[in-house]
């Protein structure tokens, strides 16, 4: 007897159910440890972004006082 056919929608969360179970989450000390190197890292660009920004920003009014 041939196998009923599910639903695509049912089909799917099934699929979706399986998946979740092959990961491998992290711990809670490695998520911690993660999530504050992002902030760092996030905050070191925005540094390096905004002296860069100055940087432009005083030379373009240097630039404009010349005139």
Do not use: C
């Not at 070191?44 to 940087?55: E, N, P, Q, S, Y």
């Amino acid at each position: 007897m041939a196998e009923a056919k599910l639903n695509p929608f049912v089909q799917y969360f099934k699929g979706a159910r399986s998946e979740l179970s092959h990961i491998v989450w992290p711990t809670r000390k490695e998520a911690t440890r993660l999530t504050l190197l992002v902030i760092g890292a996030s905050g070191g660009i925005g540094l390096v972004l905004a002296l860069f920004d100055f940087g432009l920003n005083k030379g373009l009014e240097y630039l404009l006082s010349l005139r």
